[in-house]
Structure formats: C-alpha cells, structure tokens
C-alpha cells in the first residue's frame, strides 16, 4: 500500500514536469504513465566471493594488469581484517548491486573506537591499479567506485547505499584500534530485469569462439537491462537513444523483453524538448527527467528506426501510432539542417552533436548524409505499415535528392569511395552509413568497403557502437567473411584480453584509450557492444555454420 502511495505521488511530481516543460506534445503525461505501467520488477540474486586475488603487472595484459587466484575468501571470516588490508575479493562475473557485509569481534576483543574501510569496486583490473588521485577525467570524479565507510562500533551489519557493477572488489582498512574483527557475511545483492540466458540454442556447429562471444554479449546486455536498458550499469546508468536502439535488436534475439524497449519508447517521448526534439539521454532518479539540453541528432533519428523494429517484433500498432508524431518531428528537426543542395550542413545554425562512434578527428558529415537517407527510408516504411504515408508523401523524394547530392559530392568515384568534410576523409563509418543507405549499389559498396579495409590510414571506428553499424553494411553488401572475421577479431578480441562483458571503447592498438581522459572511468559494461548476440543469431549461416 505504501509502495503504491509513493508511486503515485511520484507519477504526480512527474506529470507536473512534464505539463511544466510545456509539452510539445499534448500526450507526454500519458505517455509517462505508459511508461511507467511497463516498468520491469527487478529480479535479485545473492552473490558471494568465489575467490582472493593479486593483482600482477604484465604487459602483455589488457592496461597491463591481470588477476591471479591466490586463496579462498574463507579466511575473511575467522582471521584479522586488519591482517588482510589491500585484499581483492573475484565474485567471477561482472555484477550489479548493493553490497552488504557484516562485521564480527575476534576471540576476547571488545570494540573501542570507529574503524574506517575503503572499498574498491572494479570492472577491469587495470581499474583497480589506477591510482585515481588527482584525478585527471573529464567527467565526474564520483563516477569511480571507491568508497569509505566509518563503522562506529563492531560486531556490526551494513548495507551500501551506493549501487555498485564490478567484478572485482578491494578492501582497505584506513582506520582501526588494537581490536581484531573479521567478517561475518559479505555478499551483493545482484540486480537485472531478466536472468541471465548463457546461450540462445546456438547451432552446434557453431564455433567456440563465437559461442563465448554470444555469452559475453548476453551477460553484457542483461546487466545493462535495468529498470531502462541503462548504457552502462557502472556509468552512466542511464537511458540513451543509441544504446536503447543496440540493446533492443540484441533483446529481440534473447530475452525478448519487448516492454522494456516499450518504456523507453515512451519515456524518451514523453520528456521531448519544447520542439518536439528528443533528449539523447534521459533519467530516472529522482524522477523521470531528461538531460536537458543534450541533443544528437543522429540519435534523434535512430529512434525512428528503433521504432519500426520494435514493430516489426511486436506488432503493436496502437504504440506505434501513439509515437508517430515523435518521428515525424525528428524527420522535420534533421531536415532543417541541410543545403539547398541537400547535402547536410554541419555548420548550419543551431550545431547539433553528432555521436555516430567516440573517434577524434572523425568526420561525420557523410555518416550524417546516409543516417538521415536511411531514416527517411524507414521511417516511410514504419508510415506505410500504420498507414500515414500520405502525410508523408514527399519524404521518399528527399531521400532521392540526398541520395543524388551524396553520390555528386561525396563519393569519389575514381578511388570508389565515400569522402566526408572539407578535408575529404575516408573513414570506415562514412562508407558504412553511405551502405545502409544504399546510395551505393551492391557492387560499389563491396568496392568501397575492401577499399577503406585495406587502407592503413583509413579513419577507423573506436568504440563498438561505430564497429556494429560496420558490421551491418559488411553483412548487407555480402561480404559475410570479413563480417565473421570483425567478430571474431574485435569482439573475440577483448575476450582475449580478458573480458567478462563488452566494453564502452575498445581500440586494439591503445588499450588507455578513453573519451574521458582516464581509463578507469570508461565503462566496461556496455549496452551498446552486446550486438553480436544480434548478429550472431540473426544471421546463423554466417556465424553458426
Ligand atoms: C556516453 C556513453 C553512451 C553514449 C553517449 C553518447 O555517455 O558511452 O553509451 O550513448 O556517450
């Protein structure tokens, strides 16, 4: 009854927000309700400590760290914490939740002052070997999981507020007396909307690697399936349209928990901007309210296309008819931003943020140019099968003109490749996103994408949001053999070097990198590198053969 009285009130706070951001759309408090009708209960498992580690330096290790079981967790229980300051716990797979512990008086000892623990949670090894002071990250300093904690007497029980994701996790005692103490309990409530699927009935002549990779995708996605398919459980713990997108086509091949794409279909919708325009990210906490002011518009018209799939897997019209007017005014908002040549205008006022991968120096013009052809394409397809494509009649002729400017300045047809921006850079992206457009024919884009593979100084994609959209236009012009081979040589790659679950930013040449300026603070768990559980079970006579 209390839980019921405090979602409601809650639901109010949030429907005034909306009313009070004077909505675009005259249905965004409904579609909040919607939203939140669809919120998944979480589901919770217990966990314990499988193992002591060390840490030992090794350069040929991922970040030049890797782990090394040296014990069992036992002896926390009955010798000296004190004794074991700087120990590292394994609880063996990547993990989301709220620790508890609770302390107990060795032998005669008679607790006499506070004791002071530091706890370290860590995703990667390399996190937990980091010194993270001072601390040189251009996003928050809190992001990093270490946390104090003053116990004022012991025998003693608490439970962390702070929501944690890790695998591995180090205990330091700062502060203590002559009193010895150990542990009584330790464990982590682990949290996920769905439990975890180890495989989706692979064919059994599919590969061990590409088996492993299928897991480490399916363990990364039901991490990041929360009560929002979150991009990252460890940061930023919240909904963004590129990552929602990812998680859906990989949910729709495994857990299929199609309202979880329909809550955030809706809660993107509902906290729109003034103009109809969507926020890239949106959060929960304290109640439902968007990033204001972040706007990509390549994510923008991502929704679009996550909109048709979501009703290509469900066919549930009435939703989709619900949201119509959002793609709608996303095709408007893109639309404003391009030349009378129809070529799109990266410096048209206002400048919108482009994602399309973490890559510096990478020119998105033309990645922008295909994205917004593509969009058009589908988002008329999603109009044909709810029938309102006569309110949108002319979207197929823009999609035609953008597609006759794009191939007039920006394919080079003497290499037979894609250029983007003033300095005509030749990127894996631009190629990719020119594919899925099909503004190049079938022949032109295998032409393209061998040309941009065996070319060295190609500008190449860093993260796996920009190697997914590379593995989608490899797999449409055919070229089904290098497809597998970027599987296994990216994917499968963080595999060898270690990973539990698919990382936010992976360059195989620069193990530091990070769009924030230190390592630690990457994520290491993220949404939008699940994909080959997609790729892996949509297309079995590629990867399960
Ligand atoms: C970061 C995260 C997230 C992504 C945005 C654009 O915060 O990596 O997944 O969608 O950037």
């Known amino acids: 009854m209390e839980k019921k009285v405090f979602l409601l009130v809650g639901l109010l706070f949030c429907c005034i927000f909306v009313y009070g951001q004077s909505a675009y759309y005259k249905s965004s408090a409904e579609w909040l309700q919607k939203s939140e009708s669809c919120k998944p209960d979480l589901k919770y498992k217990e966990c314990l400590p499988l193992a002591i580690v060390k840490a030992v330096k090794d350069s040929t290790a991922f970040q030049g760290w890797r782990m090394e079981k040296v014990g069992n967790p036992d002896i926390l229980f009955s010798e000296s914490l004190k004794s074991h300051s700087g120990v590292i716990l394994d609880f063996g797979e990547h993990i989301t939740g709220n620790l508890s512990f609770s302390l107990k008086l060795l032998g005669n000892a008679v607790s006499d002052a506070p004791i002071r623990l530091k706890f370290t949670f860590a995703e990667v090894p390399g996190e937990l070997n980091t010194p993270f002071d001072p601390y040189p990250g251009g996003l928050s300093r809190a992001w990093l999981q270490d946390e104090i904690i003053t116990l004022m007497t012991v025998p003693v029980s608490k439970r962390m507020d702070r929501r944690v994701s890790f695998r591995y996790m180090k205990i330091d005692v700062l502060g203590a007396s002559s009193f010895d103490f150990a542990f009584e309990h330790i464990s982590l409530r682990a949290q996920s909307s769905v439990d975890i699927m180890k495989d989706t009935n692979l064919a059994v002549t599919t590969s061990p690697v590409i088996r492993k990779i299928n897991e480490v995708g399916l363990a990364t996605l039901k991490e990041c399936m929360q009560t929002v398919y979150e991009d990252g459980p460890k940061r930023d713990r919240r909904l963004w349209i590129g990552d929602l997108y990812l998680e859906a086509l990989a949910n729709a091949y495994s857990y299929k928990n199609h309202n979880l794409t329909k809550r955030c279909l809706y809660l993107l919708a509902a906290l729109a901007n003034d103009e109809g325009l969507l926020h890239a990210t949106v959060l929960e906490e304290p109640v439902p309210h968007p990033q204001t002011g972040t706007h990509c518009l390549d994510y923008s018209l991502i929704y679009n296309i996550a909109l048709l799939e979501y009703l290509k897997e469900t066919s549930d019209v009435e939703t989709v008819l619900d949201l119509w007017p959002v793609a709608v005014r996303q095709i408007e908002m893109a639309l404003r931003q391009f030349s009378p040549q129809w070529i799109y205008d990266m410096k048209k006022q206002p400048v919108y943020w482009l994602v399309f991968d973490w890559k510096d120096g990478y020119d998105r013009q033309a990645s922008m140019q295909g994205l917004t052809i593509l969009a058009l394409n589908k988002s008329y397809e999603l109009a044909q099968i709810i029938g309102k494509e006569k309110e949108v009649e002319e979207w197929p002729k823009i999609a035609k003109a953008m597609r006759n400017a794009a191939r007039k300045y920006l394919y080079d047809k003497k290499r037979g490749v894609i250029v983007s921006g003033e300095k005509n850079q030749v990127s894996y992206l631009s190629q990719a996103w020119m594919i899925l457009s099909e503004v190049l024919t079938q022949k032109e884009s295998m032409r393209a994408m061998e040309h941009v593979l065996s070319m060295p100084d190609a500008c190449y994609p860093g993260c796996p949001y920009g190697y997914h959209y590379v593995m989608e236009a490899l797999l449409k012009c055919g070229m089904n053999d290098e497809a597998r081979k970027l599987m296994i ?53 590629v990867f399960q053969k």
């Open 489 to 541: 040589d990216y994917w499968g790659g963080m595999i060898s070097k270690g990973a539990d679950t698919f990382w936010e930013v992976y360059d195989p040449d620069n193990d530091a990198l990070s769009p924030y300026g230190f390592f630690p603070v990457n994520s290491y768990c993220h949404a939008w590198s699940c994909t080959p559980v997609y790729f892996i079970n949509k297309y079995p006579e």
